[in-house]
């Protein structure tokens, strides 16, 4: 329902070098959460409410400023042989630089439990640490591109585990 929400977009590519990014819709919707806060706030102060009634539409007008000032960036260059990963919350960065030659496989997994929620994940598998967390769908052709990209940039092998159904013994 939400999958718009988070989603990678290439932003630029050429044959060496390929950089992600978060959509615009994932600030668009912090900014619509933050607004929703603030009409709440208004509503408890209209209907003099209990302070205690005041918490709700703090946390959601925090929940919103935190979705708006989420960014993400993903940068393979063969080039240079890194992946450079970004990511910034309320104005604070972090930043890593992963090797190519550490990165194993761009996967593209079905999750069989999943009854509510994405039913399809992405991820790059690494040979030293824990997977890179790409992106989540319901549908697996979304994810089919943007690891495509990757796989033709980084030159890694593409694993495409999409089968919903649990093999029979």
């Given at each position: ?15 060496s070098r390929?950089?992600?990014?978060l959509t615009?819709?994932t ?5 619509v959460v933050?607004a929703?806060?603030?009409?709440l706030?208004?509503?408890?102060w ?7 009634a005041?918490?709700v539409?703090g946390l959601?007008?925090?929940f ?17 042989g890194?992946l450079?990963?970004e ?9 890593a ?13 079905a ?7 994405p039913r ?8 030293i ?5 790409l992106d989540e ?6 994810l089919?591109t943007i690891a495509e990209?990757?796989a033709?940039v ?5 694993v495409y585990?999409?089968?919903t159904?649990a093999a029979?013994?």
């Amino acid at each position: 329902m939400l999958d718009w929400i988070g989603t990678l977009r290439v932003r630029a590519r050429s044959a060496s070098r390929l950089e992600l990014c978060l959509t615009r819709s994932t600030s668009v919707a912090g900014w619509v959460v933050a607004a929703a806060g603030i009409a709440l706030a208004v509503l408890t102060w209209r209907w003099a409410l209990p302070q205690v009634a005041w918490v709700v539409p703090g946390l959601v007008m925090l929940f919103g400023g935190l979705l708006a000032s989420l960014r993400r960036e993903l940068v393979f260059d063969r080039d240079e042989g890194v992946l450079a990963i970004e990511q910034r919350l309320l104005g604070i960065a972090s930043r890593a630089v992963v090797p190519l030659f550490h990165l194993r496989a761009v996967v593209i997994s079905a999750r069989i439990t999943a009854r509510v929620g994405p039913r399809f994940v992405s991820y790059i598998d690494r040979r030293i640490g824990s997977p890179i967390h790409l992106d989540e769908s319901q549908r697996c052709a979304a994810l089919l591109t943007i690891a495509e990209a990757i796989a033709e940039v980084a030159e890694l092998r593409l694993v495409y585990d999409a089968t919903t159904k649990a093999a029979i013994p």
